[in-house]
């Protein structure tokens, strides 16, 4: 089971996750504490997967600036 801290260098800032995004990957922020919420790119807008479904995302300064983002998968953390 990956561990639900990743390493270092696998955290980024907004604009390194977005390029993941663009590539099919999805994302979240450690702040959020729960893997099973990302953000991905569904019908052309930035969308965030939540236990109730899919939204589109709002960004507010702490996402655009923040610097605990992280790619995810389908089962959590990416190792």
Do not use: C
């Not at 999805?26 to 702040?31: A, D, N, R």
């Amino acid at each position: 089971m990956p561990s639900p801290i990743p390493e270092k260098e696998e955290i980024m800032d907004f604009p390194n996750a977005l390029r993941h995004v663009i590539n099919g990957k999805q994302i979240t922020k450690l702040e959020w504490g729960d893997p099973t919420i990302y953000v991905v790119l569904k019908d052309g807008f930035l969308t965030i997967k939540r236990h109730d479904g899919y939204h589109r995302l709002v960004l507010n300064d702490g996402d655009l600036f923040g610097e605990d983002w992280v790619v995810v998968s389908d089962h959590g953390l990416l190792s």
